[in-house]
């Protein structure tokens, strides 16, 4: 009896990890049983994540507001002087507005569609080997969309790769999975902008003869129709070796809030086709 | 099992405690710390949770249990489905066959056994990850994330043995 028990056990060990290798190909596979299954887990320990979450944040705070107080003195002089001048730079962009919409007033031009968006809280952050991913407190009921732009201020952050009930995965571009029509403001050279779970992504695709230098902007193209041009995504890092590394604007671990953005420009790929670009 | 339903109820809840606690460590570690360059190299508390309950209470963390910790930590993190199932198994299956060499023995020694079992189990994640994902992945933090939950091993593991004591002695 007890060798029948012993053999039961190990052959359930067994079974365990063929089901194990089993996950990986179903996962690989990327059927719809396994995306739902994402989602459902996803949903039911969103709630839990959110709870943990704040405790970490409030600590985080604490220790960033002791950080804040020797700052601040710098701080304020940089910013007096930064906004003398950005106040210069106000005024020309007035006029340049102006200047602007009466020229497309004469040009009879088509503007962007209307945005929308939302601000969530991040729950997760999760990184490593394997993935760069957040997990936000928005999902489906909160309108969020897959394939989605997910901002911090003005820079680019991600985008929405996995949508359950009431939470998001967010890939972040610094993610393996991650490439990016980019293009270098500068200089109007276009690349693509691939992720490899460190902090400083890859500029591939480049043409030949690119002239990149360290300091360069590098802000989406728009091409593929997911995202608008001229989002900022960040600054050429170094180009060691023919390998162009781009340092994001933003840092992951500044991360509390984020903004989904809804370009309204999804529609314009097929559905799949968007779901391909969050993988 | 014995005794009133009360009894049996509470028993039964006690018995859920290396499951629960090794669930909370899942959801630990994705937890948004706000330290910079932290998240790659955050420990893989689950680690301590399957390895310390493998050993001293393996009919509490039974293989299926470590499978479905594992499925959880994948869809928690994002890591790609299955590779922490195996991992968590390949743990418990070791740890459970090892136990008889580490019962009785001093804190020290379990906490050498976990920097064995840790070495190996960041290294069965890596290659399955390379697996799933057909490429080979940097391993970048990994070091690192072995160092930090190596470290982390006595704070948890003490308080694995309080609880333990406390909760899980008449099991």
């Not at chain 1, 290798?21 to 459902?40: I, P, Q, S």
């Not at chain 2, 209470?57 to 199932?85: E, H, K, N, Q």
Request: hydrophobic share 50%; glycine share 10%; net charge neutral.
């Amino acid at each position: 009896m007890a060798t029948l028990r012993i053999l039961a056990q190990r052959f359930a060990f067994a079974a365990l990890i063929v089901a194990s290798f089993m996950l990986m190909l179903l996962g690989k596979a990327d059927t719809l049983v396994v995306e739902r299954l994402r989602t459902v887990v996803g949903d039911t320990v969103a709630p839990v994540l959110e709870v943990m979450s704040r405790p970490a944040a409030t600590i985080a705070e604490l220790v960033q507001s002791v950080r804040d107080i020797a700052r601040i003195r710098a701080e304020n002089v940089r910013l007096t002087e930064e906004n003398r001048r950005l106040l210069d730079w106000q005024t020309v962009a007035r006029r340049l507005d102006v200047e602007n919409r009466s020229l497309r007033s004469q040009l009879r031009f088509v503007p962007d569609p209307g945005v929308s968006f939302f601000t969530a809280r991040v729950i997760g952050d999760t990184g490593g080997a394997f993935v760069d991913s957040m997990l936000l407190n928005a999902g489906s009921r909160d309108g969020v969309r897959k394939g989605e732009a997910v901002m911090a201020g003005e820079a680019m952050v991600g985008r929405v790769a996995e949508v359950g009930l009431r939470f998001s995965r967010v890939l972040l571009l610094t993610d393996i999975n991650s490439h990016l029509p980019v293009i270098l403001q500068d200089s109007a050279t276009k690349a693509i902008l691939s992720g490899d779970n460190t902090d400083e992504p890859r500029l591939n695709y480049l043409p030949p003869n690119a002239v990149v230098a360290p300091g360069d902007r590098v802000v989406t193209s728009g091409d593929g129709g997911a995202f608008p041009p001229g989002l900022p995504v960040g600054v050429i890092a170094s180009t060691q070796e023919g390998i162009v590394l781009v340092r994001p604007f933003v840092h992951r671990y500044e991360l509390e809030y984020v903004t989904v953005v809804d370009y309204g420009l999804a529609g314009i790929l097929a559905g799949d086709a968007v779901e391909d670009l969050g993988r | 099992m014995k005794g009133s339903p009360i009894q049996r109820v509470d028993q039964g809840l006690r018995h859920t405690l290396p499951f629960v606690i090794t669930l909370l460590l899942v959801f630990m570690a994705a937890t948004p710390t706000h330290l910079p360059g932290f998240t790659p190299i955050m420990p893989q508390l689950p680690l301590i949770g399957v390895y310390y309950w493998a050993i001293f209470r393996p009919d509490l963390l039974r293989p299926w249990t470590a499978f479905a910790l594992g499925a959880i930590s994948d869809i928690v993190a994002g890591t790609p489905l299955g590779v922490s199932s195996l991992t968590f198994l390949a743990v418990q299956g070791f740890c459970e066959s090892q136990r008889r060499f580490f019962l009785g023995k001093s804190f020290l020694v379990a906490w050498w056994g976990f920097g064995l079992v840790c070495a190996g189990a960041l290294a069965i994640e890596w290659v399955g990850g390379c697996l799933v994902m057909l490429r080979l992945l940097a391993p970048g933090g990994l070091l690192f994330q072995y160092l930090m939950t190596v470290m982390l091993y006595p704070l948890i593991g003490w308080a694995f043995i309080r609880v333990q004591l406390a909760i899980l002695r008449h099991g």
